[in-house]
């Protein structure tokens, strides 16, 4: 353990983040697009919950309809601006994964999923994560969403480059065009 922290801000390759996290496999480990070492800690208990109902309604959505393939927090985008990403939840298109090899999908897919979710924890700061969203944006996500239950509210990104911030759980958040007939019910957060 000690290691990871003396490596956080350092510049790591993709081979160290491996060897990181075989040593703490516990720990969520990214690199930002300069390459530097960026490490969270376990999420707290309603945070776990939360994102494990995140997943539950996206994966069940994309069983339902026989869609594409979703991914949980512990699987590692390369974006294409060299920053490896772990969005609390993906979702990737059957196609873009297809021009894929077999050695890239084993590690760390080089794309930014088409779909994703980060959901904001006590630890987390809120502007830490608004600039994640945006390198997610430019680095070309369909539809982005930032799940805020501290603040109850929710900012989307859209490939367009739009955004929006609806206020309140009391709702159903549409998929758009990028998730067709998905609704997430936010209810199930509060």
Known sequence: MRTVSY??????????????????????????????????????????????????????????????????????FLLPNQALRSPDVAWVSHERLAALSPEQLEGFPPLVPDFLIELRSRSDQLPALLAKMEEYRSCGVRLGWLIDPLDKCVHIYREDGSTELLEGFDRDLSGESVLEDFLLDLRRLM
């Not at 999420?43 to 949980?72: A, I, P």
Request: charged share 25%; aromatic share 8%.
């Open 7 to 76: 490596l956080l801000g350092q510049k790591v390759s993709l081979e160290d983040i491996l060897a990181l996290h075989r040593e703490a496999p516990e720990l969520i480990i990214e690199r930002d697009a300069e390459g530097c070492l960026v490490m969270q800690e376990p999420t707290g208990f309603y945070s776990g919950s939360q994102n494990s109902e995140l997943n539950y309604q996206v994966k069940h959505w994309n069983r339902k309809y026989l869609r594409d393939v979703v991914s949980d927090s512990s699987t590692g």
